[in-house]
């Protein structure tokens, strides 16, 4: 959450950090779940909690297949693990979605965690394709990114 790029490297590395990654990304969708779908009862709770976690999912596999197939600079190399690892950390922010329940203020929150998210992800995908432009980690990030929230508009009120 704090944008430390040596630690986003230190994850990168170590594949036993694989299992703390998921444990945030599930954190931050319960999170996204309690706060975005809880007011729409038990089904928008399990919705909620479900499609951040599908969502993510899909955010971080399109970003891996445009930044290492599509986006490539010669020196990006990057497993699957690798990029899961470290987009997993960058989730963390999305803990504070649990604050959209407030009236009036969880709209504003919603707006600052979705910021949120995108930087530390760029910064992830940075650091896990070993880009050495942030630019070209923007556009990698971006480019999934509105792809997952089209899917997100798609898929969220068919869901709840």
Known sequence: MLLKVDVY???????SATGQALGVVVLASLAAGIGIGLPYGLRGLVAGTVLSLIGWFI????????GTRILPTPDTESTWGQLLRTTGFSAGPGMFRIFSLIPVLGILVNIVVHIW???????AVRQALDYTSTWRAVAVCLTGYFV????GVLLVPAAV
């Not at 998210?117 to 910064?123: N, R």
């Not at 997952?148 to 899917?151: D, G, N, R």
């Open 117 to 123: 998210v995108l930087v530390t992800f760029v910064v």
């Open 59 to 66: 955010w971080a596999g399109l970003t891996h297949l445009i």
């Open 148 to 151: 997952y929230l089209f899917l």
């Open 9 to 15: 490297e230190e994850v990168e590395a170590d594949a």
